[in-house]
């Protein structure tokens, strides 16, 4: 059975250590929010001009005013700053940020991501994906395995414009984690009840299978 975007989220903040910072992306990257494990401390990371970013607010919580890049209300963690886009900016491209989590349409084996764009629909633009695919010393992709055609995302070569170069280090999905390296997709974890066989139809580049694959802690 495959993973929900909850459980995906869930699976996504094991990827999380301890004094990191940290940028979500728009989507199933923004759930990873509310499931930061106690025992770390981590700082969420948003384009827009807040560090500090706290999980979705309570009815009785939400600022309209504080939202994420998504346009989301959030809430401030303790020691929380908020500053203008071009400082946030500065922070992604210089280096500062140690993980970013970002959904994708396409990902292939070479580690290219393509996340902005599908021709003939209308799009806003690619917002700080660039930036952040450039910056960040880790990228996390979430996404699911295939699309609603129930064709593969997972590609020897994407097809769709690129938003970064040899860039994504690990994919999580609904079905399974994989790390991208040497040219391949490394199979890390499937999802409870998800067969590797399944995983392999639905995997349209080169896949590396190891002996045992343990199924995922969700």
């Known amino acids: 059975m495959s993973l929900s975007r909850e459980q995906i989220a869930i699976r996504v903040s094991q990827e999380l250590k301890d004094g990191y910072y940290v940028n979500l992306g728009i989507g199933i990257p923004t759930l990873v929010a509310n499931y930061v494990p106690d025992d770390i401390e981590v700082m969420l990371q948003s384009e827009n001009g807040l560090l500090g ?4 607010p309570t009815e009785e919580e939400v600022d309209a005013d504080m939202i ?6 959030v809430t ?10 071009a400082d946030s900016f ?11 989590v970002l959904g994708a349409f396409e ?11 599908i021709p003939g629909k209308l799009v806003k633009g690619m917002g700080g994906a660039m930036d952040l695919v450039a910056g960040a ?14 064709e593969s995302k997972m590609l020897s070569e994407c097809t769709l414009p690129l938003t970064g170069v040899n860039c994504v280090k690990k994919i999580v999905t609904d079905l399974a984690v994989l790390e991208v390296k040497d040219g391949a997709f490394h ?6 009840g998800v067969s590797v066989d399944e995983i392999q139809q639905k995997t349209a580049g080169k896949l590396v299978v190891p002996e045992f694959v343990p199924e995922m802690n969700v």
């Open 53 to 56: 970013m706290g999980p979705y």
């Open 68 to 73: 994420n890049a998504g346009k989301e209300t």
């Open 76 to 85: 401030a963690v303790t020691g929380a700053a908020i500053f203008n886009s």
């Open 90 to 100: 500065a922070m992604i491209r210089g280096g500062h940020v140690d993980l970013t």
């Open 107 to 117: 990902v292939d084996q070479q580690g290219n991501i393509a996340s902005w764009m």
């Open 137 to 150: 010393k880790n990228i996390v992709v979430t996404m699911t395995h295939a699309n609603k055609k129930g």
């Open 187 to 192: 199979l890390l974890e499937r999802a409870p």
